[in-house]
């Protein structure tokens, strides 16, 4: 099992950047794959990016491709979101994410629904 802590949100301008870190306890996380997702008002929670155990493979939404950047630490048991140019479009409660299936694992997942464990989330205000 593990436990997931999310940090680094805030209230930025547009344009600005973040970095949003994950401090997860328990078990290695090189165990698990994992993920970032986030939800805004009366939306439901989106995927975001991915990453696999090693940091090889990452996928990310169209919507942030190119713009945010997802990171693992192992050893330290952190992963990391870095968001660049942000937008009042990505203004939403960030959460990470870990799953422990094998496909998870080697190639990371971007249903919500694969996943076993979340933090509780880390708010991302963007003002224009």
């Known amino acids: 099992q593990v436990q997931l802590v999310e940090s680094g949100g805030g209230l930025v301008q547009a344009g600005d950047s973040l970095r949003l870190s994950c401090a997860a306890s328990?078990?290695?996380?090189?165990?698990?794959?994992m993920g970032w997702f986030r939800q805004a008002p009366g939306k439901e929670r989106e995927f975001v990016a991915t990453i696999n155990w090693s940091g090889g493979t990452t996928l990310y939404a169209d919507s942030v491709q190119g713009r945010f950047t997802i990171t693992r630490d192992n050893a330290k048991k952190m992963l990391y979101l870095q968001m660049n140019s942000l937008n009042p479009e990505d203004t939403a409660v960030y959460y990470c994410a870990a799953d422990g299936t094998i496909a998870s694992v080697i190639r990371g997942a971007t249903r919500s629904a694969t996943y076993d464990y979340w933090g509780q989330g880390t708010q991302v205000t963007v003002s224009s």
């Open positions: 328990g078990r290695t996380i090189s165990n698990y794959g």
